[in-house]
């Protein structure tokens, strides 16, 4: 009976939130130019994850999402990991919180961080192998393998999607019921955790740990789960092929001669990649960039570094450090 009044209110409540996020993000862009684009994607990974909340009321949402966010990857590489992912979004609050907190972050060794790059392609193959793998080894009766090709973690595009689900979820079954609705609190993979295991004490410990881990490696390393998500890598895999390559419409572009080797791009980089510092000019297109742009907001020497949509140029680096000169 009280469903229908908490439902108005629950979305007043979104809704009034957004829009002071949205006042707040509009006076920090005023005020901080080196944090703008940063706040303008907090606000738009925020609106983004209630859109995801709501999306998950519809039956078809995985099918779409699949098709939505594949389709956009081809033509804008991994713009959807930089700003709409919610997991990404969880990461980005974590740093955020350490930051005003004053903690410094972690660097990991550039082996290390490419050895990761590369785990992401074992976890994925992993996880998609493991249905085979436990026929063979007979935890699962041969008859049901191809039913788990079709059920929780193992459908394909479940790997694609666990990183999208919002924190709360419009049905039950995540980690635990809230009491209200038909509502219960999840985090990224926890579903999968308790569809694969089904032992409920083991299940819960597991899940409460990849919750600690994730979020304690997080605070230290900015980023941390997409060094080796198996999801980033889906999404990068799409412009790995050569008769691919043409498509992606969305580069960063850096001009050689107005690079002083400063490094300030390779420190600001979430996930540490190092192209950008090391390639010479021209379109620079890692996979394992986020097209976050934290880069090209962070290079202190105008028109250095850009970002190109269709060949044009959606925004530039700013010479931030005297700020007569910036436009
Ligand atoms: S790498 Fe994975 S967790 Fe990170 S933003 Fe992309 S999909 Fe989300
Ligand atoms: S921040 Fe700009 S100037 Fe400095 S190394 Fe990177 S691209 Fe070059
Ligand atoms: S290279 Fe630049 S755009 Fe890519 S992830 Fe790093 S900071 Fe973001």
């Known amino acids: 009976m009280y469903e229908p009044l908490v439902g108005t209110i629950l979305g007043w409540i979104v809704a009034v939130g ?16 080196t944090r703008k684009l940063s706040y303008l994607r907090l606000f738009i990974q925020m609106v ?8 998950f009321t519809l039956s078809l949402w995985l099918m779409v999402f699949v098709i939505v966010i594949f389709g956009l990857t081809f033509f804008s590489g991994r713009f959807f990991c930089g700003w709409v992912c919610p997991f990404g979004f969880y990461m980005d609050i974590v740093s955020l919180i350490r930051q005003k907190l004053g903690v410094k972050y ?8 490419r050895a990761l790059h590369w785990l992401r392609y074992i976890i994925a193959a992993v996880i998609l192998i493991s249905p085979l793998l436990l026929g063979a080894l007979n935890f699962v009766p ?3 393998i191809h039913a788990l090709f079709l059920r929780g973690p193992y459908r394909p595009y479940a790997i694609l999607l666990s990183p999208l689900e919002p924190l709360v979820l419009p049905f039950t079954g995540a980690i635990a019921d809230l009491g209200f609705f038909d509502w219960s609190i999840s985090y990224p993979y926890a579903r999968d955790i308790i569809f694969y295991l089904d032992v409920p004490q083991v299940t819960s ?19 941390f789960w997409c060094r080796f998500c198996p999801t980033g890598i889906s999404i990068a895999a799409a412009n790995r092929f050569n008769g ?21 791009c390779k420190r600001v980089c979430p996930v540490q990649v190092t192209e950008v510092y090391e390639q010479k000019g021209g379109n620079i297109a890692p996979s394992t960039c986020l097209n976050c742009m934290r880069c090209i907001e962070m290079c202190p020497y105008e028109g250095c570094l850009k970002m190109n949509l ?14 007569s000169d910036v436009k």
Not at 48 to 55: A, E, H, I, R, T
Request: proline content about 3%.
């Open 106 to 113: 972690w660097m990991l060794p550039d082996r290390v961080n």
């Open 244 to 264: 691919l390559k043409w498509m992606p419409l969305l580069h960063i572009n850096k001009v050689e001669e107005k690079c002083t080797k400063c490094g300030i």
């Open 142 to 144: 041969a008859s049901q």
């Open 48 to 55: 983004s994850l209630v859109g995801l909340f709501y999306s």
């Open 18 to 33: 957004i829009a002071l996020a949205g006042l707040l993000v509009i006076l920090i862009w005023k005020k901080d130019r």
């Open 310 to 323: 269709a060949g044009k140029t959606l925004i530039e680096s700013r010479n931030w450090l005297e700020p």
């Open 205 to 223: 410990i597991i899940i409460y740990v990849f919750v600690a881990l994730t979020l304690a490696a997080t605070f230290m390393f900015r980023r």
